[in-house]
């Protein structure tokens, strides 16, 4: 395994971060108690210390599970994120958003869930529209100074919207946005126009969801199968949404480069991901240990110069998606 220094955190953690969203009983293709046990347990054999989970997952299952896995170890060596923004369980006036009341509900929930005393990296999973921002990092900022929360990160929105964010902080004396969770791959790199060259000059930490594109990276394009977990309505449908513009022929070429290399297609987009100078950690989300496994070796996988220009080279502009 490598491992990376997060942003400014001074947090070391692998190179790979483990998606937790399938850890659950909420949808069919999700994971169970042991199944999930399972999968945290190889990750940890293979070096992996930095797991991203969110309160929403599974109403909670998913920090229940790996919480309980995670008790098991040294708790010390593990890097534990999750998430607040969205609902869990029954709906009511005060279960989603990032109202100072929502934030520090749902933090106590969230450690509890977890039983851990402090969590590693606290994110907004999205913006509050009906929340200002300095009523947000006000109530982050306590939760810091409390100790129970070490380092806080945000999720996918537009720039100027975290630059608006990272001002406040500066004014304000308040706790700053260290690590940004954003949306980015081979066939969707809308974020290099402005958000990481933001998060590179002020040094926060960039792990990436849905480093595969949901699917649309591991398989070749006519291969490409809607499943329940790719279900439109899901948001995950990915020969819909990236097969527009120059996503067909990255692709292929990313098959093209597999089999000259000898490896998957997954395995070539996310040695993409580790050699790209942006990106500290995607975040591997996989119901299969075999493709950690895979996820693992392809660290292993020196893309040269031209096999990244080649792999880049079709890419066009895109409408921006997966802010809400």
Known sequence: ??????????????????????????????????????????AIDLGVNFFDTANAYSDGESEELLGDVLAEYDRDRQVVATKVRFPVGDEHPHAAGLSRKTIEQELEAS??????????????HRIDPNTPPETTLRALDD??????????????????????????????????????????????REEEREMLPLCDREDIGVIPWGPLGQ????????????????DPDNHHNPTADYARGGGREINERVEEL??????????????????NEYVDAPIV???SVEHLEQAVEALTI???????????????????????
């Open 1 to 42: 395994m490598e491992y990376t220094t997060l942003g400014s955190t001074g947090m070391e953690v692998s190179k790979i971060c483990l998606g937790c969203m399938s850890f659950g009983s909420e949808e069919s293709w999700m994971l169970d108690r042991e199944e999930s046990r399972e999968l945290i347990e190889r």
């Open 258 to 275: 597999a089999d000259e290399y000898g490896v998957t297609m997954a395995q070539v987009a996310l040695a993409w991901q580790f050699q």
């Open 143 to 188: 939760a810091v100074r409390r100790g129970d929360v070490r380092h806080v990160g945000t999720s996918s929105m537009w720039a100027h919207q975290l630059g608006r964010r990272l001002r406040i902080s500066e004014r304000e004396d308040l706790v700053q946005f260290e690590t940004m969770q954003n949306h980015y791959h081979l066939a969707y």
């Open 111 to 124: 450690l509890d869930r977890l039983g851990m005393e402090t969590i590693d990296l606290y994110q907004t």
């Open 215 to 230: 699917g649309f990276l591991t398989r070749p394009f006519d291969a490409l199968e809607r499943t329940d977990r790719g």
């Open 285 to 287: 989300g996989t119901t």
């Open 302 to 324: 020196d893309l040269s110069e031209s096999d990244v220009k080649y792999l880049e080279e079709p890419y066009e502009p895109q409408p921006i998606v997966g802010h809400e």
